[in-house]
């Protein structure tokens, strides 16, 4: 149920308000000085507040300051309710951050329409809010994916670096070896070893070529994410 904080010292003002709004189905909670809703907005996280200007105590310029200032309660929508409607005090109430201004008297349908609004805004702004936090984790999500790919084609490439490293040593050392022999015998011993080397080479690259239908997101994801690669 949606929460809404009246902080007004007129008894008769207060009283109106609350009925007007708990009929419209709103939880209503109150405080009749400025310090006091200070405290309560605090400790109850109110959906909306309405609040005098002109009261003792702590007035509603300095109640509309501290709950600014803290951020647990600098996004609470805040209407002011006034006598004063000149534009001085409009704009300074605008100015210290509240969302709209009821002059008294108002009629039920404007105190009706003025808290529909600010709700109504109130339930936009967290939509988009979530909305952004969502695509911002879903951005981060997918950065993430995006670079345990590249770390898996990265671990991929030097395992295959170092599975080629080996057979070609060999057959270097067989190719200086043949040059140096004259021994017929110890020339074939070589020429079989580089015979056996590059077939291991080649049967590596057509494993390599085989592989790289696996080398796509999808599947480097799949593999990585069963732990296939190593």
């Given at each position: 149920m949606t929460k809404i904080l009246v902080i007004e010292d007129e008894k008769g003002v207060q009283d109106n308000v609350i009925d007007i709004l708990q009929l419209e189905g709103f939880q209503v909670i109150f405080a009749d000085n400025g310090l006091l809703g200070v405290l309560m907005a605090r400790a109850?996280?109110?959906?909306?507040?309405?609040?005098?200007?002109?009261?003792?105590?702590?007035?509603?310029?300095?109640?509309?300051?501290?709950?600014?200032?803290?951020?647990?309660?600098?996004?609470?929508?805040?209407?002011?309710?006034?006598?004063k409607a000149d534009n001085v005090d409009?704009?300074?109430?605008?100015?210290?951050?509240?969302?709209?201004?009821?002059?008294?008297?108002?009629?039920?349908?404007?105190?009706?329409?003025?808290?529909?609004?600010?709700?109504?805004?109130?339930?936009?702004?967290?939509?988009?809010?979530?909305?952004?936090?969502?695509?911002?984790?879903?951005?981060?999500?997918?950065?993430?994916?995006?670079?345990?790919?590249?770390?898996?084609?990265?671990?991929?490439?030097?395992?295959?670096?170092?599975?080629?490293?080996?057979?070609?040593?060999?057959?270097?050392?067989?190719?200086?070896?043949?040059?140096?022999?004259?021994d017929e015998e110890v020339r074939n011993r070589y020429l079989k070893i580089l015979r056996e080397e590059c077939a291991k080479e080649i049967l590596m690259l057509n494993q390599m070529a085989q592989l790289q239908d696996l080398m796509s997101p999808q599947n480097l994801k799949l593999l990585n994410q069963f732990k296939l690669i190593q």
């Open positions: 109850e996280h109110p959906d909306l507040i309405i609040c005098d200007i002109m009261m003792p105590e702590l007035d509603g310029y300095g109640v509309l300051e501290q709950l600014r200032q803290e951020p647990d309660t600098s996004t609470i929508p805040f209407i002011f309710l006034t006598a409009l704009r300074q109430g605008m100015e210290s951050g509240a969302d709209d201004y009821l002059t008294k008297p108002f009629t039920p349908q404007e105190l009706r329409r003025a808290v529909a609004v600010r709700l109504e805004k109130q339930a936009a702004m967290l939509e988009k809010y979530h909305h952004e936090r969502e695509r911002a984790q879903r951005y981060q999500r997918e950065s993430q994916e995006r670079q345990n790919i590249i770390d898996t084609q990265e671990d991929f490439l030097r395992k295959v670096i170092v599975d080629f490293r080996d057979p070609l040593s060999n057959i270097n050392i067989a190719i200086q070896l043949l040059a140096n022999s004259q």
